[in-house]
DNA sequence: CGAATGTGCTATAACGTTTCAACGTACGTG
DNA sequence: CACGTACGTTGAAACGTTATAGCACATTCG
């Protein structure tokens, strides 16, 4: 309780010399002779000092903070993108100011402001849509802004992405190789970039085996979660034998997980008679009843590579050049998507633990 | 990259007024003559004047933010813990610091230090280990901080957490009504306090309805994980049905849905052969094969009053009392542990508080 | 032996804000 | 008409740090 705001001055008094010495001390300890040296830092230690970082801040007129402002912490993909993101700061002793959007334009205009009055170094962020006037006048005040798994469409700034066409082709292409002929997509709704772009990758693949555009079957939902997947399981398993897809390939695990469960239901096998392959990879994907084929983004370098961008541009020389990083998938093949003699994908790790 | 940062002090001289003018503005408008206000805050806009925080925070003593330490940011337990956080935080003005200790002691301290260096408000935190000399100074230099999810062994710190016996009780009393007369637990390992809190629930309920407390048949796991309720599973399965339990509580969902997997592989109906509840009621616990019974607990709201109790304490009038706070968790029932006929989950829990 | 050259340290001036005492000015009031 | 009293505004003093110019003293060199 005995709040003793103790600072640099109240130690150079113990110590028995000036304040400025105590802060070579803390910053460049090389400077100041040895027997100076200790006895300022026993005083320190005595007096149980912490440095005060808005003054720092202050005086050098900007902090050692990034900002990144997310869509949804909760959402897995973010989580990861964060622990890249945080990895690559700490490496270079700034902190991170984590900000969550909830996919709302007022809240994310909201932190934006609050970032700026912080004087963080650059923010890092997925916008909740497109090309934003917020975002640009933070941007010509001075702070660096890096645009994360979407694609800069001006040469303005930085952005790290990852390439959602290439990994539909991966996915369907992938099937194809199996033998597979008939192909169903499920995702929606298209207007999500990330949904449109995966279907598009699926066509490409069709296209470049031979197939026509129609080959695929599009099986629009209203959301990317497990309901709107048992709801188009539902749908696959009403069709009659002979016409019904023998894959599908979905926009995302959710769904892929709610086909699978619908399968079950219906007693029809996987991947015998019907092969799923999903997209995110998330932890549940391996351990699912039949360990679901997916596609993985490499999301803790996609942060990793965003705070990289910001720190080059923040702190360079100067000789920084805006550039746009894209990022290749990677399809894990795990039973859901292949015959039962083969193995397992790439050595993947089950769910790790849980101790609300 | 006009890199122009514009102060009170170039408002003033803009609106023609003092600079302690332009502060009025800014912080008590009503103050200051209508004709004055507009002109300046004209110019605050023509300017693009964004607030120095730091400079604020310098002269104020104390940022206007909280920090909130977890264990890992990918756990939903904690994703909804800290939503709960921030929106107290933010209906007080205040900025939230997300830490990620990474349930490693290192990284903790180092975060704890940096919260101290902002000055932050408070701080909330799920300790690695128990008992820390390190909080324990942060506290004694004047930082309130409170414990989440784990319950304070002293009087001396506020604390927020979830009754886990009585989740466990819940769970196993439910199986009791439905008249299951040999149950087991899966979970483990037993020294982490959630799960033998939950094992001690289950007990508690047994003998509760007169039954000795060997009846319940304990399977210990290394881990928390789908993995490990599998290889659970795959014991019980193993064991003859005449002496194989018929129903069994896990520490956690993903023991759950490993078990149900595994039933599923055997071909035992659920809940049928076997009843199953799991605990934290996590997001895919409805969407499972067969929809999973869990006990739920109230994350958001922890997360809030862990932020009331700061607030109370940093910003009060001085009255704080410590206090240790104990929810109660709330059993959803699903069909993973019912009949066919019977619907899903009940009411809202209620906090009991215990002065200290 | 005076001058150049270090070596350690000190004193001081910022950084941008908020607060607070003081200072007009205008207006009723006695 | 002097006088308290609002009201609106100003000026200066903090807050805790870092950077920089300068000072005292010892050492080395021409």
Redesign the pocket.
């Given at each position: 309780m005995a709040d003793t705001?103790v600072?640099?001055?109240e130690v150079a008094a113990l110590a028995g010399?000036?304040?400025?010495?105590v802060?070579?001390v803390?910053?460049r300890p090389e400077v100041?002779?040895e027997?100076?040296r200790t006895r300022v830092q026993a005083a320190i230690k005595q007096l149980g000092f912490i440095?005060?970082e808005s003054?720092?801040q202050?005086?050098?007129?900007r902090s050692r903070t990034i900002g990144l402002v997310v869509l949804d912490v909760a959402n897995p993909f973010f989580t990861d993108v964060a622990r890249g993101v945080e990895d690559e700061a700490s490496e270079a002793g700034l902190a991170v100011i984590l900000c969550n959007s909830d996919d709302q334009k007022a809240k994310e205009s909201r932190y934006l402001e609050v970032l700026e009055e912080h004087r963080v170094q650059g923010i890092l962020i997925t916008p909740v849509s497109g090309a934003d006037k917020r975002l640009a006048s933070v941007q010509r005040r001075g702070t660096p802004v890096v645009l994360v798994d979407s694609r800069s469409p001006s040469r303005g700034q930085c952005s790290v992405s990852v390439d959602d066409v290439l990994g539909g082709d991966l996915a369907v292409s992938h099937l194809l190789e199996a033998g597979h002929q008939q192909i169903a997509f499920v995702g929606g709704p298209m207007s999500v970039r990330q949904v449109s772009d995966r279907r598009d990758g699926a066509v490409r693949a069709l296209e470049r085996a031979g197939r026509r555009d129609a080959d695929l079957l599009v099986i629009e939902t209203p959301a990317l979660n497990v309901t709107a997947g048992q709801r188009a399981g539902s749908h696959l398993a009403g069709l009659p034998a002979g016409s019904r897809p023998t894959a599908v390939f979905c926009a995302n695990d959710l769904l892929a997980l709610g086909v699978l469960q619908e399968m079950t239901t219906h007693r029809i096998a996987v991947p015998e008679s019907l092969a799923i392959v999903g997209y995110d990879d998330v932890e549940f994907a391996a351990a699912a009843a039949v360990p679901l084929s997916s596609v993985r983004q490499p999301r803790h370098q996609l942060g990793r590579a965003a705070a990289q961008l910001l720190i080059e541009e923040a702190l360079g020389d100067g000789t920084h050049r805006h550039r746009q990083v894209v990022f290749e998938p990677d399809l894990v093949v795990r039973a859901s998507s292949q015959g039962p003699t083969q193995g397992g994908g790439a050595a993947q790790p089950v769910a790790s633990e849980a101790a609300g």
């Open positions: 705001p600072s640099i001055r010399v000036s304040l400025g010495t802060s070579n803390l910053n100041v002779a027997p100076t440095r005060n003054a720092r202050l005086r050098a007129g």
